[in-house]
C-alpha cells in the first residue's frame, strides 16, 4: 500500500513540473525562426482540400504562406487577413501594416494553429508580414 501512494505521488510530482514547464515555457519568436514548411496559398489551400487530415504534420509549425489579401479585419490589437478566401492570419496591429490593402500580395510566416472544415479555413497565428 505504501509503495502504491509514493508511486502516485511521484506521477503526481512529475505531472504537475511538466505542466508548469508547458506553461511557463517562452513564446517561439517567429520572425527570427527558420520556415518548417513554405506554400503558396493556392498549394496550401490544395492540399487541404485533397486531404482534411494533412493538418496533422503542420500543427505547431511555423510556416510560410505568399497569397493575395481577399479581407482585412482590424480591432484594437490584432488584425485578421483572409489569404486567398481560405488562409486565415492574425497579426499584431503595428505601424508597418497600416498599408494593406485588398487584394494586394503578401508573404507572411506565422505558426499553424488547425483547420476548420466548418469554414474552410487555414488558420495561421502569431504571424508577421515578411513581404
Same mark, same amino acid.
Given at each position: 500500500m505504501k509503495r502504491a501512494i509514493i508511486t502516485i505521488s511521484v506521477v503526481i510530482i512529475a505531472v504537475i513540473c511538466y505542466a508548469t514547464y508547458q506553461y511557463n515555457k517562452p513564446q517561439q519568436d517567429v520572425l527570427s @525562426?527558420? @520556415?518548417?514548411? @513554405?506554400?503558396s496559398a493556392i498549394q496550401l489551400i490544395e492540399k487541404f482540400n485533397q486531404d482534411a487530415n494533412a493538418s496533422t504534420p503542420l500543427f505547431d509549425k511555423i510556416i510560410t504562406v505568399s497569397g493575395k489579401i481577399s479581407l482585412i479585419e482590424e480591432s484594437t490589437n490584432t488584425s485578421i487577413l483572409i489569404l486567398n478566401d481560405g488562409i486565415k492570419c492574425e497579426i499584431k496591429n503595428n505601424d508597418a501594416q497600416q498599408n494593406l490593402t485588398k487584394g494586394m500580395s503578401v508573404k507572411i510566416k506565422g505558426v499553424f494553429s488547425g483547420y476548420d472544415d466548418m469554414f474552410n479555413e487555414i488558420a495561421l497565428v502569431k504571424c508577421v508580414i515578411i513581404e
Amino acid at each position: 500500500m505504501k509503495r502504491a501512494i509514493i508511486t502516485i505521488s511521484v506521477v503526481i510530482i512529475a505531472v504537475i513540473c511538466y505542466a508548469t514547464y508547458q506553461y511557463n515555457k517562452p513564446q517561439q519568436d517567429v520572425l527570427s @525562426s527558420n @520556415s518548417d514548411y @513554405s506554400f503558396s496559398a493556392i498549394q496550401l489551400i490544395e492540399k487541404f482540400n485533397q486531404d482534411a487530415n494533412a493538418s496533422t504534420p503542420l500543427f505547431d509549425k511555423i510556416i510560410t504562406v505568399s497569397g493575395k489579401i481577399s479581407l482585412i479585419e482590424e480591432s484594437t490589437n490584432t488584425s485578421i487577413l483572409i489569404l486567398n478566401d481560405g488562409i486565415k492570419c492574425e497579426i499584431k496591429n503595428n505601424d508597418a501594416q497600416q498599408n494593406l490593402t485588398k487584394g494586394m500580395s503578401v508573404k507572411i510566416k506565422g505558426v499553424f494553429s488547425g483547420y476548420d472544415d466548418m469554414f474552410n479555413e487555414i488558420a495561421l497565428v502569431k504571424c508577421v508580414i515578411i513581404e
